[in-house]
Structure formats: structure tokens, C-alpha cells
């Protein structure tokens, strides 16, 4: 077990992993590193036990403080540092971390611990004033809208405290505390309660993660990718997220922040930047990456920092894909013997086929199309809606029965419930890293990003359809053609796969069989699968109606039907599978 510095904490050692229930995703994987003796900061965790106490009391669990303390000792000796103190001040990164990846739906805090006297001790130490002050700017705009939960614009980078604290006092919000043990009390309490944020719960809704998890909090020394040209920040896929080729894949700033990144405030540079500035460091980080992947089974996503010319690495998890890149990923590490095809069929699910076998641009429909924007593609296929600029907006509109198009600046964790609605989302800056692109691919929505500031005018309430692929926007609703599975080779393995494992027959509705199929079309509540139980109560199969739904699939298979009848027989395939892990009380997730 990691040290315990009590019975609410664990300081992240090299000697062994803890659950990630108990630590959280985030911790899980900086033990991991540690445990590899990969370059990792220093840190340590809050359990997912003193949120759940936390969330119920309301407040800090009796010991919590003092063990906190102790983690910041800890942190101390390990760095060299003193916590908020010279001459060579400690900051600290306070993160969210479910054991569940929830990319960018909880609170982070970042360059906790600054004050002015510390950053007159970092600009002494390292020589440069600008680097001091972007700092501690940083830190308040952070702490001012993640703690303070203040709606403000963006800090002058060329002011100071007096003027961002009269900035913070105009916006209504109160006061930083003025001790770094204060501040790191009030972010941590802030990590806490963003569990039940709105953006986590609709997250948590959409993909089926249970409410009463809770998040720990990983607290881990800061490495500056902001300290100077040999400095920077970025994110690397073991392999490519967007189309499952097997090459890595990632995006790097100079000078900036990981926040600069994953944001989108900032259109970063691919990888072949680094490699062009440090060769010897991106060889590194691209090992560093094929060895988590060898380690975990599965594409690696991979969040670092170089500062002044060393390599850390800050956070590795499973990657969220584009349903293309899921099914690549799956078939391929079978044949390369990584996994087996059980495996496979766990990470496919029936809700990316379906956006596979979407409908998708006709042959030359884009030709004949007028091009209202472009950027790079962050999650492929196709989406056709009214241009909506707002994501509250973007909810309604759907719920109304209205097919939109989101389009943002950026889009923030706040954003969430709109791309749940809208079928594209588009932006006008961040890459293929950012907050928008890597939730887009976890929902499989189309997304384009970094299409410019131009696209946020003149297109509110137009008629467009995305095609994510190409990164490109077409006026108007372009003609569209739907795709058959069995066109695709990859979809054919992964069928033999799920037809081997599935626990009943799926027909499509052109190899109906000769057995007698009730038709849940015909019958009145037949589109709900809470109905399915007593209309399927002695048939042998059944076709239409639920069945187009995994809790219609789900249904068929607790009834023991022998077969069913869909119009692409993959997606019901993947469900039955998946009903039948549930069945044996494994998780399918």
C-alpha cells in the first residue's frame, strides 16, 4: 500500500498501487508512474472515503486537516521546497480524480500557494519577473473562479494583486485567503462539491456512473511549463484517438500551462514541434507512452510537462476515442495478442457502432456544397442542426425535438449538457486535445475545432451540416447516405466476434428467418423496453419496436428469446453481449 498519512490520506510512494476506487483514477495513475520510476511530481491523495464523508457532513471529516499538513510535509522534503514560503517556494497542483474517467467535469486548481512574497521568490530564483507574475496571475484568475465561483474576465497580464483583487471585488466575489494552508482548504473543499456540480452529474448520467462514487483529491507539487523557451506543456496518445492508426499522437505548446492546453483557449502545435525543439525529450515522452501502453492493455492518454528542459509526466489514463478509432484499437490489439476478443467486444459499445452507421455525406455532396467553416477534425462523422451559439440553448432546442449544431468560442466543462444534445459541435479555438474534442469523442458527437473567431458570426440559427472527418462546415442540410456494416472489414471481424459470444440469434431485416418473429411495430408499447417483458412472454423472437435500443436488446435476452430482428445486426450484437456481462454481474463498462 502507498504510506498512509492517516485514515483519510496516502502519499503516492513507488511500493505499491491502491485501489482506484479508494484514490481515484488520477492517483491510481501517478502511482503507477511512480512505481515504473517514469519522471512523475511528487504528490499525494485525498480518498474518495473523505469525500463521501465530506459530501454527507458537510464539511472537512474530523483529522482531515492535520493530515493534510502532513501531506505538504511530506511534499516539502521529497521537493526541497516550502509550501508559500522562500527562497524556494512550493506551489501545488489540487486536482479532482473519480475513479471513472470524467475528463474536465470536476474542479482543478493550479499554482496554489503563491502570494506576493513567494513570487518574489520565484522571480529570484528563476530569473525571470514575467514568468513570476504569469504565475501568480494564474493562480487567482483559477482560485477566483473554481473557489470563488466569480464571473470575471480574463486578468490583465501586465497588473498586479491590487488591480486583480479590485477585479475580483467588482465581480462580487470575496476574498483569497491570505495563508497557502487557507487556499488549499478552500480548493479542496471545492473538488469536493464539484461532484455534485451540474456538468458531473450530466456527465455521470450519460455514461452510467453511479452518484455515490465520489472523488478524491491528488495534491501534487507544481513543474512550471510556463518557466521559459526550454518549457512547455502538452498531451500525447499512445495511438491516434481520432482514427485508431497505431503512431502516437499529440499536440504541444511552448510556454504554457497544461490548462492552456485542455482548455482550448489556445490552438496548440502537433508533436513534430517538440521533436523539432527537443528531440532527445519527445523520444522520451513517446516511450514513456508505449510503455504505459504495454502496462495498461489499451491507448494511453497522457497529459505532460517540460520545464526547463526536463521531462514530467502528470497524469496517464485509458483514452477516450472516436467510435472509428474504438473499433480499430479493439480488432487490432487482438491480432497483435495485447488482448483477446472478450476483451474486444468490452470496449465497443452499441451506441458507437450506431454513430458509425450514421448517416454520412454523399459522394460528391461537399462539392456542390458552400464551406462556411473549417478546422481540424477532433471526432468524426457527420452532424446536420441548426447553428445554436449557447449550450442551455443547444438543451432546449432538443428536448423541443429540434436537431442542433453547437457552436462555442471554446467549450468548457460547463458545456457539457449542450454537446449531449446537439449533433456537432464545432469551436472557434483549441485543438485536438482540448475539453471540447476529448468529450466529443467519449459522447462519439462529430466535432470540428480551431475553425477561427470568423465562426461565431453570421451563422446563429442557420441550417449546417458538420463533417467532422474533414474538419469542415457546409451550409445548409447536405444529402446524406447510410452505411452498411458489412461494408467495413473491421466491423465484420468485430461481428464474428459478438455473434460467437452473444447469448441469442440477431438477424438483419434482410436475412429474416423462416421462424415466426413478433413484430413489437405492431403492437401498442412496443417502442418501450419496460413493456418488453409481458409483450415477449412466450415468443421465440421479435423484431422493430424497442429492440432498436440496448434496454430493448437487454430485455429480449432476459426473456430467453431464441432471436431478434433489427436492421444492423452489430449494435444489437454488442448489447446482447453486454446483457450478458450484466447478467453474470460483470461490469460492462
Given at each position: 500500500?502507498?504510506?498512509?498519512?492517516?485514515?483519510?490520506?496516502?502519499?503516492?510512494?513507488?511500493?505499491?498501487?491502491?485501489?482506484?476506487?479508494?484514490?481515484?483514477?488520477?492517483?491510481?495513475?501517478?502511482a503507477?508512474?511512480?512505481?515504473?520510476?517514469?519522471?512523475?511530481?511528487?504528490?499525494?491523495?485525498?480518498?474518495?472515503?473523505?469525500?463521501?464523508?465530506?459530501?454527507?457532513?458537510?464539511?472537512?471529516?474530523a483529522?482531515?486537516?492535520?493530515?493534510?499538513?502532513?501531506?505538504?510535509?511530506?511534499?516539502?522534503?521529497?521537493?526541497?521546497?516550502?509550501?508559500?514560503?522562500?527562497?524556494?517556494?512550493?506551489?501545488?497542483?489540487?486536482?479532482?480524480?473519480?475513479?471513472?474517467?470524467?475528463?474536465g467535469m470536476?474542479?482543478?486548481?493550479?499554482?496554489?500557494?503563491?502570494?506576493?512574497?513567494?513570487?518574489?521568490?520565484?522571480?529570484?530564483?528563476?530569473?525571470?519577473?514575467?514568468?513570476?507574475r504569469?504565475?501568480?496571475?494564474?493562480?487567482?484568475?483559477?482560485?477566483?473562479?473554481?473557489?470563488?465561483?466569480?464571473t470575471?474576465?480574463?486578468?490583465?497580464?501586465?497588473?498586479?494583486?491590487?488591480?486583480?483583487?479590485?477585479?475580483?471585488?467588482?465581480?462580487?466575489?470575496?476574498?483569497?485567503?491570505?495563508?497557502?494552508?487557507?487556499?488549499?482548504?478552500?480548493?479542496?473543499?471545492?473538488?469536493?462539491?464539484?461532484?455534485?456540480?451540474?456538468?458531473?452529474?450530466?456527465?455521470?448520467?450519460?455514461?452510467?456512473?453511479?452518484?455515490?462514487?465520489?472523488?478524491?483529491?491528488?495534491?501534487?507539487?507544481?513543474v512550471?511549463?510556463?518557466?521559459?523557451?526550454?518549457?512547455?506543456?502538452?498531451?500525447?496518445?499512445?495511438?491516434?484517438?481520432?482514427?485508431?492508426?497505431?503512431?502516437?499522437?499529440?499536440?504541444?505548446?511552448?510556454?504554457?500551462?497544461?490548462?492552456?492546453?485542455?482548455?482550448?483557449?489556445?490552438?496548440?502545435?502537433?508533436?513534430?514541434?517538440?521533436?523539432?525543439?527537443?528531440?532527445?525529450?519527445?523520444?522520451?515522452?513517446?516511450?514513456?507512452?508505449?510503455?504505459?501502453?504495454?502496462?495498461?492493455?489499451?491507448?494511453?492518454?497522457?497529459?505532460?510537462?517540460?520545464?526547463?528542459?526536463?521531462?514530467?509526466?502528470?497524469?496517464?489514463?485509458?483514452?477516450?476515442?472516436?467510435?472509428?478509432a474504438?473499433?480499430?484499437?479493439a480488432?487490432?490489439?487482438?491480432?497483435?495478442?495485447?488482448?483477446v476478443?472478450?476483451?474486444?467486444?468490452?470496449?465497443?459499445?452499441?451506441?458507437?457502432?450506431?454513430?458509425?452507421?450514421?448517416?454520412?455525406?454523399?459522394?460528391?455532396?461537399?462539392?456542390r456544397?458552400?464551406?462556411?467553416?473549417?478546422?481540424?477534425?477532433?471526432?468524426?462523422?457527420?452532424?446536420?442542426?441548426?447553428?445554436?451559439?449557447?449550450?442551455?440553448?443547444?438543451?432546449?432546442?432538443?428536448?423541443?425535438?429540434?436537431?442542433?449544431?453547437?457552436?462555442?468560442?471554446?467549450?468548457?466543462?460547463?458545456?457539457?449538457?449542450?454537446?449531449v444534445?446537439?449533433?456537432?459541435?464545432?469551436?472557434?479555438?483549441?485543438?485536438?486535445?482540448?475539453?471540447?474534442?476529448?468529450?466529443?469523442r467519449?459522447?462519439?458527437?462529430?466535432?470540428?475545432?480551431?475553425?477561427?473567431?470568423?465562426?461565431?458570426?453570421?451563422?446563429?440559427?442557420?441550417?449546417?451540416?458538420?463533417?467532422?472527418?474533414?474538419?469542415?462546415?457546409?451550409?445548409g442540410?447536405?444529402?446524406?447516405?447510410?452505411?452498411?456494416?458489412?461494408?467495413?472489414?473491421?466491423?465484420?471481424?468485430?461481428?464474428?466476434?459478438?455473434?460467437?459470444?452473444?447469448?441469442?440469434?440477431?438477424?438483419?431485416?434482410?436475412?429474416?428467418?423462416?421462424?415466426?418473429?413478433?413484430?413489437?411495430?405492431?403492437?401498442?408499447?412496443?417502442?418501450?423496453?419496460?413493456?418488453?417483458?409481458?409483450?415477449?412472454?412466450?415468443?421465440?423472437?421479435?423484431?422493430?419496436?424497442?429492440?432498436?435500443?440496448?434496454?430493448?436488446?437487454?430485455?429480449?435476452?432476459?426473456?430467453?428469446?431464441?432471436?431478434?430482428?433489427?436492421?444492423?445486426?452489430?449494435?444489437?450484437?454488442?448489447a446482447?453481449c453486454?446483457?450478458?456481462?450484466?447478467?453474470?454481474?460483470?461490469?460492462?463498462?
Amino acid at each position: 500500500m502507498a504510506r498512509s498519512l492517516g485514515r483519510w490520506t496516502l502519499y503516492l510512494d513507488d511500493t505499491a498501487v491502491p485501489e482506484r476506487s479508494l484514490i481515484g483514477g488520477k492517483a491510481w495513475s501517478i502511482a503507477r508512474m511512480r512505481g515504473m520510476g517514469l519522471p512523475v511530481p511528487p504528490a499525494f491523495v485525498i480518498t474518495t472515503d473523505a469525500c463521501r464523508a465530506y459530501l454527507a457532513q458537510g464539511d472537512l471529516p474530523a483529522g482531515l486537516r492535520d493530515e493534510i499538513g502532513a501531506g505538504i510535509a511530506v511534499l516539502e522534503r521529497e521537493s526541497g521546497r516550502r509550501f508559500g514560503q522562500g527562497p524556494h517556494p512550493l506551489l501545488v497542483a489540487v486536482r479532482s480524480g473519480a475513479a471513472a474517467s470524467m475528463p474536465g467535469m470536476m474542479d482543478t486548481v493550479l499554482n496554489l500557494g503563491i502570494d506576493a512574497a513567494a513570487k518574489a521568490a520565484l522571480a529570484a530564483e528563476s530569473g525571470d519577473v514575467a514568468f513570476a507574475r504569469d504565475t501568480h496571475r494564474r493562480f487567482y484568475d483559477m482560485y477566483a473562479r473554481i473557489v470563488l465561483k466569480a464571473t470575471l474576465a480574463d486578468l490583465d497580464k501586465d497588473a498586479g494583486p491590487e488591480a486583480w483583487r479590485t477585479a475580483l471585488a467588482a465581480a462580487g466575489a470575496g476574498a483569497i485567503p491570505a495563508t497557502a494552508t487557507g487556499q488549499l482548504e478552500g480548493a479542496v473543499r471545492a473538488v469536493f462539491e464539484s461532484w455534485n456540480g451540474r456538468r458531473a452529474k450530466r456527465y455521470r448520467q450519460h455514461h452510467g456512473i453511479p452518484d455515490e462514487a465520489g472523488t478524491a483529491v491528488t495534491i501534487q507539487a507544481m513543474v512550471f511549463g510556463n518557466l521559459g523557451r526550454d518549457s512547455g506543456s502538452g498531451v500525447v496518445f499512445s495511438r491516434n484517438p481520432l482514427t485508431g492508426a497505431p503512431a502516437p499522437y499529440g499536440e504541444y505548446l511552448a510556454m504554457a500551462q497544461g490548462e492552456d492546453v485542455v482548455s482550448g483557449k489556445h490552438t496548440p502545435d502537433g508533436l513534430e514541434a517538440l521533436n523539432n525543439a527537443m528531440p532527445a525529450l519527445h523520444d522520451a515522452l513517446l516511450g514513456a507512452a508505449q510503455r504505459l501502453e504495454q502496462a495498461d492493455r489499451d491507448i494511453q492518454d497522457i497529459e505532460f510537462t517540460i520545464q526547463k528542459g526536463e521531462l514530467y509526466l502528470l497524469q496517464a489514463r485509458a483514452a477516450k476515442r472516436a467510435p472509428a478509432a474504438a473499433v480499430r484499437i479493439a480488432v487490432d490489439m487482438v491480432r497483435e495478442g495485447t488482448i483477446v476478443p472478450e476483451e474486444a467486444l468490452r470496449r465497443v459499445n452499441a451506441e458507437q457502432i450506431r454513430g458509425l452507421l450514421a448517416p454520412r455525406l454523399a459522394n460528391g455532396a461537399a462539392a456542390r456544397a458552400r464551406l462556411v467553416a473549417h478546422g481540424e477534425s477532433a471526432c468524426h462523422g457527420v452532424g446536420v442542426g441548426q447553428v445554436v451559439l449557447d449550450a442551455d440553448a443547444a438543451e432546449t432546442a432538443a428536448a423541443n425535438g429540434r436537431d442542433v449544431v453547437l457552436i462555442r468560442p471554446t467549450t468548457s466543462p460547463e458545456d457539457v449538457h449542450g454537446k449531449v444534445a446537439a449533433r456537432a459541435v464545432v469551436t472557434a479555438r483549441g485543438g485536438a486535445t482540448s475539453h471540447a474534442a476529448v468529450v466529443s469523442r467519449a459522447l462519439g458527437r462529430p466535432c470540428v475545432v480551431g475553425c477561427g473567431d470568423e465562426v461565431l458570426q453570421g451563422l446563429d440559427g442557420r441550417q449546417v451540416t458538420v463533417e467532422g472527418g474533414a474538419g469542415l462546415v457546409f451550409d445548409g442540410t447536405l444529402p446524406v447516405t447510410v452505411p452498411d456494416e458489412r461494408d467495413d472489414p473491421l466491423l465484420r471481424q468485430l461481428e464474428a466476434w459478438a455473434r460467437a459470444a452473444a447469448p441469442l440469434a440477431v438477424y438483419r431485416d434482410s436475412e429474416r428467418p423462416a421462424a415466426a418473429a413478433l413484430d413489437l411495430d405492431g403492437l401498442p408499447g412496443g417502442e418501450s423496453p419496460e413493456n418488453l417483458p409481458q409483450l415477449l412472454a412466450g415468443a421465440k423472437g421479435a423484431a422493430g419496436g424497442a429492440l432498436a435500443r440496448d434496454a430493448g436488446v437487454a430485455a429480449a435476452v432476459a426473456c430467453g428469446l431464441a432471436f431478434i430482428v433489427v436492421p444492423q445486426a452489430l449494435p444489437a450484437l454488442l448489447a446482447a453481449c453486454a446483457a450478458r456481462r450484466k447478467g453474470r454481474g460483470v461490469d460492462a463498462a
